[in-house]
């Protein structure tokens, strides 16, 4: 089985910065994608940032040049740079990464639990 762990979330004023953290443990053969979704109060779930396992990135245009993503593939953990916050970036923030578990399988979705970003005014 593959876990997904998240860290780093907390309450950060509008302006401030914080980094996230998710670290990908198990019975993993590669790791493909990786990347940020978040869930506003009262909003769908939308995508934040993506990395390829070649470090190739995506950004949503609400955070580009304000987020950045990095992946460390020696330890398979995906981070998420969070600078010049602000409240609307309030949201709980799911990471994911696309996991395969042997050669013989397909890669598939695998999430984090989700941590809570909340910045204030």
């Known amino acids: 089985q593959v876990q997904l762990v998240e860290g780093g979330g907390g309450l950060v004023q509008a302006g401030g910065s914080l980094r996230l953290s998710c670290a990908a443990s198990?019975?993993?053969?590669?790791?493909?994608?990786m990347g940020w979704y978040r869930q506003g109060p009262g909003k769908q779930r939308e995508l934040v940032t993506t990395?390829?396992?070649?470090?190739?990135?995506n950004y949503a245009d609400s955070v580009k040049g304000r987020f950045t993503i990095s992946r460390d593939n020696a330890k398979n953990t995906v981070y998420l740079q969070m600078n010049s916050l602000k409240p609307e970036d309030t949201a709980v923030y799911y990471c994911?990464?696309?996991?395969?578990?042997?050669?013989?399988?397909?890669?598939?979705?695998?999430w984090g639990q989700g941590t809570q970003v909340t910045v204030s005014l």
């Open positions: 994911y990464a696309e996991v395969a578990v042997s050669w013989r399988t397909s890669s598939r979705i695998y």
């Open positions: 198990g019975s993993i053969f590669s790791v493909d994608d």
């Open positions: 990395i390829t396992s070649g470090g190739g990135t």
